[in-house]
Nanobody
Framework: QVQVVESGGGLVQAGGSLRLSCTASGLRFDDYAVGWFRQAPGKEREGISCITWSGSSTYYTDSVKGRFTISRDNANNTLYLQMNNLKSEDTAMYYC????????????????????WGQGTQVTVSS
């Protein structure tokens, strides 16, 4: 049985930081791109960041560039998202997802290209 579990969310003041983690059981992230997308109530899903299996290539949506950093630890089958200088508009449920392929682009998070994703972790930024 495959399980993808996100953690590290919480309530933080604007300007603060959080580090999200994602682990998987029954599934190896090796050989696939993985990433983070988020969804706020009443808003569309936003694919905020993606990283290739080697870590050599990353993608960030414009709204998080310079503030968020994605990284992965293939040995421990873990994905991370370091979020700095958080803003109220970052408030959302954050999901970790594995692509069916390697490679990242602006459309990496489209459902047709995803293999597995978790239940999400809530990030709330107070202003």
């Amino acid at each position: 049985q495959v399980q993808v579990v996100e953690s590290g969310g919480g309530l933080v003041q604007a300007g603060g930081s959080l580090r999200l983690s994602c682990t998987a059981s029954g599934l190896r992230f090796d050989d696939y791109a993985v990433g983070w997308f988020r969804q706020a109530p009443g808003k569309e899903r936003e694919g905020i960041s993606c990283i290739t299996w080697s870590g050599s290539s990353t993608y960030y949506t414009d709204s998080v560039k310079g503030r968020f950093t994605i990284s992965r630890d293939n040995a421990n089958n873990t994905l991370y998202l370091q979020m700095n200088n958080l803003k109220s508009e970052d408030t959302a449920m954050y999901y970790c997802a594995q692509r069916k392929y390697d490679g990242c682009s602006a459309s990496w998070y489209f459902i047709r290209d995803l293999g597995y994703w978790g239940q999400g972790t809530q990030v709330t930024v107070s202003s």
